[in-house]
């Protein structure tokens, strides 16, 4: 299974105090087992572990168990060529997670606070062994296995109940070891008639209730076969809009590279916006408008997903409400490759930066 629950031992709270108009900031460490530790256990002590590790001591009946009222963010860390580590673009994170919570009316998060306490809550938890080490056999796949920090910022409301918006919540950092995003043995993408978001909706940030939807139609996908979802817009039922939690990008054959436009009901995604300054910077022409289904069976050679977990995925087909089956090929295309060896390979260090996305929070010594 992908994408598994296996929470690293240090954990930031914040919570807002409406009396300082501050947050009142705890670190919380469940316990001092070191990562090398936790893998020598037997799988029923680890296990004991882990889920001691997900008491975090939030209100079990709050707006946010009860009515999803809630948002997060997905943000990585990546042990660098030069022995450190970095986090990519935390302050982007901290910007959406900021939007998301002013969209909730509930008290926004400071960006600043937000990068200060992620570079802080990277640090104490490599301090019990719980950084992925370089490893130089990743630059011949471009990256395609390596390890990383997932790091899973998120607001949880204070206890209540009875529908409302919250004035004092918490705010959560947690992170996770990951593994391959995409569940293996599937395969292609698949338009869904489910809707993601409303034109006026919270498609625009990133708060948990919208993603119930998504959760759905991933499993519908699944259970048809496909690896993704993609949704097309609420009114027209015409232009692709996203997938299940990522971007979405074709290249066309004059090599143009298009995506939707950014509105109300998409996710302004970190990897879409950096994947478009990479993508212009290495010349090709980038456009953000609305991209029928038309259009793609007609003129797309390509077809990708972007997203912090997903990275740059290449999908080998896209199949419409009809059933009719738009092939792309398998695995990157040339596009695609491109794109997936300049992001990785800046992220992961073995690349310049020059654009400044990384913020090192342990510095390399090469
Ligand atoms: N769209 C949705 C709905 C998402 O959940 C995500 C993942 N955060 C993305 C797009 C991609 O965003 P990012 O590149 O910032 O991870």
Known sequence: MAFALNLYPVTY?????????????????????????????????????????????????????????????????????????AIFRPEENGKRFNNSMKGLYCPAFPVDQYVKASVEFVKRNAALGYVPKYNPDWEKTDYADADSIYMRPFMNSE???????????????????????FKKGL????????????PHGTGYIKCASNYVIS????????????VECVYLDAVHHKYFQEGSSCNIFFVLKDKTIVTPELGDTILPGITRKSVIALAKEKGYKVEERPVSVKEVQKKAV????TGTAAGISPMSSITDLNGKKTVFGEGFGPVAKELQHELKGRQYGSLEDPNHWNTVVIPGNK
């Open 13 to 85: 709270i914040a919570r807002y105090n409406p009396e300082t108009e501050k947050w009142d900031e705890e670190w919380l460490e469940s316990d001092k087992v070191t990562y090398d530790e936790l893998m020598a256990m037997s799988e029923a002590d680890r296990k004991a572990v882990l889920d001691k590790r997900n008491q975090m001591g939030l209100p079990s009946v709050s707006y946010t168990s009860q009515y999803a009222y809630s948002c997060f963010e997905g943000m990585k860390g990546f042990p660098t060529k030069d022995g450190g580590v």
């Open 159 to 181: 206890g209540a109940i009875g529908v409302g918006c919250s004035k004092q919540p918490y705010v959560v950092i947690c992170a996770t070891t990951v593994s391959a995003y």
């Open 187 to 198: 395969d292609g993408a698949v338009i869904t008639n489910r809707i993601r978001a409303t």
């Open 215 to 226: 959760a759905l139609a991933k499993k519908e996908a699944e259970q048809a076969g496909f």
């Open 302 to 305: 390509e077809c990708f997903v």
